[in-house]
């Protein structure tokens, strides 16, 4: 789903863009309004229990033309994309064995490769990861551990986002049976600031920045040759034992 938006300002063109919130959970499907900056709608996919943006001339003289002030460079209205649901599937529980995360220390060898001329930028990845969980700590909520699965199925989606051209929600329901509960936000933008901000600014990508039942956050971020950088976070849940 289509998703641009800009935030400008005077003098020089800022742009920062995201995919507004998307999310599954029950088989509902809950889509939320536009918000001010360029994101795509935040995507929460959750596995269903089992069953129980003029001069004058004169004759003689003529008076210097008044110099005009140029103006301001156009603000340009950041675009969204509302956020999406995803149906979850139903799994028997004694066919999801539950799974641990464990924290990694270093991002992990993924699989996934940069196209040529790009590259998956660690740092910001690292950034992104930190700047969550000061957040969710600033309100008391535990923080996210980065995993490793996660991570590469993230930067897969950075991949085919910047190769589109646009930023969209991935098929996050693939990953219900591996999680109880996933989410996701995309964006595109400068560098990683603008980006966390304009998310944390944006209610449905906020709820899943800040929702306590998430534990554990993958992260991709793709630098292109113009420098702006292409992102998706996915947030997730551990599948639950039932019984």
Request: glycine share 10%; net charge negative.
């Amino acid at each position: 789903m289509p998703s641009s938006r800009a935030i400008a300002l005077t003098g020089s063109l800022l742009l920062v863009a995201l995919a507004s919130g998307c999310a599954a959970t029950g088989g509902r499907v809950v889509t939320a309004g536009a918000i001010p900056d360029e994101v795509a709608p935040s995507l929460v996919a959750r596995l269903a229990p089992p069953p129980p943006t003029t001069t004058t001339a004169s004759t003689t003289t003529t008076a210097p033309a008044p110099e005009v002030a140029s103006a301001p460079a156009p603000t340009v209205p950041p675009e969204t994309v509302p956020p999406e649901t995803v149906p979850p599937e139903t799994v028997p529980p004694e066919t999801v064995p539950p799974t641990t995360v464990a924290p990694e220390p270093d991002p992990p060898s993924y699989g996934v490769a940069a196209p040529p001329g790009t590259w998956f930028d660690s740092t910001g990845e690292w950034e992104f990861l930190a700047l969550t969980n000061a957040e969710r700590a600033r309100i008391g909520v535990g923080g996210l551990a980065r995993d490793a699965s996660l991570d590469e199925y993230a930067r897969a989606h950075a991949v085919a986002m910047m190769g589109g051209g646009h930023i969209y929600h991935s098929e996050i329901g693939n990953l219900l049976g591996s999680w109880w509960t996933v989410g996701e936000n995309v964006g595109v933008g400068p560098t990683v600031q603008p980006i966390q901000n304009a998310l944390l600014a944006s209610p449905p990508h906020y709820q899943n920045i800040s929702l306590a039942e998430y534990t554990s956050m993958g992260v991709g971020v793709l630098a292109d040759a113009t420098g702006r950088i292409w992102t998706v976070h996915i947030f997730a849940a551990p599948v639950r034992r039932h019984g």
